[in-house]
């Protein structure tokens, strides 16, 4: 019996009916993931609004790059934790969107530093001033070059 995975690169980038049923996706991918590479995953939402319009799909799905973050290590230089069920819930059930989310990173070096989790292509970056270690001293700049 021969066993289908999907992957990014197959996955169908149609989600017409999911998000018509209501769904909603949020899709969080470390940028030094070892196992899967986060290009793969921003290939799939560039299809995913390129066949259903950016606008379309900013009404149900959000794509977050981490930077530093990897594929779950909790020794890596970023162990991102983030409550996405909660942030789900309240998107599917309240009607509200993620605002302003915010990672935290629970590696033992870390000292629960946060950052803010930037809806793509917006990328965090340090205001200049302020504790580095926290989500507030960083804001979202819109940028395509960052893949």
Known sequence: ???????????????????????KLLLLHGTADELVSHRSTVEYFRRVQKRLGPRATGSFARLYLIPGANHVNVDASFAASYDSLSALETWTQGGQAPARPVVTDTSPAGNARTRPLCAYPSWPRYRGHGDP??????????TRSRT
């Open 133 to 142: 270690a926290s989500a507030h001293s960083f804001d979202c700049h819109s």
């Open 1 to 23: 019996m021969t066993r289908h995975v999907e992957t990014p690169r197959s996955a169908s980038a149609d989600l017409r009916r999911f998000a018509e049923a209501g769904g």
